[in-house]
């Protein structure tokens, strides 16, 4: 692996957090220490986004939004990374692809909150992202039932892994998910922002 570029070893399960984290806050790093303890996850990476397609706005610059993050999620399993500025990838499933081919051997599954299921079909090659990475959803007690009604768990119901059996899903092949509660910090990005508390 080139410079810039986090180190995992064969055998090894890495939870993909992507984001802008714009600005990244405790809620992040509350959901990331859960997502490794429910999934079994060796470690977790923070993809920060060079941007969003989905979002007008463009973000704060990267670098601020990497320094912030790497500030705040100090712990020896968890890499903040803006390896998506460095793939070129700006869509998840094309990410997910060039990961796959840089670290042959190493598992990877996609971590993602109850909102980002519930509007997954807009994603682009949302089915190949399903059919190619295990995927684990972590949802705040109320999030849970949109969710669960949402097209891709309608479309994917069959491959759901319980959650009170979410340690099974590292080692699941895809297609597979996992819904787990998480009591969520009542913390986010975009009431940081609107509170002044971060500026682009």
């Known amino acids: 692996m080139g410079m810039g570029f986090p180190t995992?070893?064969?055998?090894?399960?890495?939870g993909l957090l992507g984001g802008s984290f714009d600005p990244a806050h405790e809620g992040h790093v509350h959901i990331t220490l859960e997502a490794m303890k429910r999934f079994g996850l060796t470690r977790v990476w923070w993809l920060v986004s060079p941007g969003n397609p989905l979002k007008e706005r463009g973000p704060a610059p990267l670098a601020q939004r990497m320094t912030r993050a790497r500030a705040l999620m100090q712990h020896p399993r968890v890499t903040v990374t803006d390896i998506e500025a460095r793939l070129g990838t700006r869509y998840t499933a094309r990410t997910i692809r060039g990961l796959q081919r840089h670290y042959p051997g190493v598992r990877f599954v996609w971590l993602m909150g109850a909102d980002n299921l519930a509007q997954l079909h807009h994603w682009q090659d949302w089915e190949w992202i399903m059919h190619n990475v295990p995927v684990g959803v972590l949802a705040r007690p109320g999030d849970r039932i949109s969710a669960r009604?949402?097209?891709?768990?309608?479309?994917?119901?069959?491959?759901?892994?319980?959650?009170?059996?979410?340690?099974?899903?590292?080692?699941?092949?895809?297609?597979?998910?996992?819904?787990?509660?998480?009591?969520?910090?009542?913390?986010?990005?975009?009431?940081?922002?609107?509170?002044?508390?971060?500026?682009?």
Request: proline share 3%; net charge positive.
């Open 8 to 14: 995992a070893g064969r055998g090894e399960v890495v």
């Open 149 to 200: 009604m949402s097209h891709a768990a309608r479309r994917f119901r069959q491959y759901r892994v319980a959650g009170r059996s979410s340690q099974l899903l590292a080692a699941a092949d895809a297609p597979a998910w996992c819904f787990v509660n998480v009591p969520m910090v009542a913390q986010s990005s975009s009431a940081i922002r609107a509170a002044g508390g971060w500026s682009a």
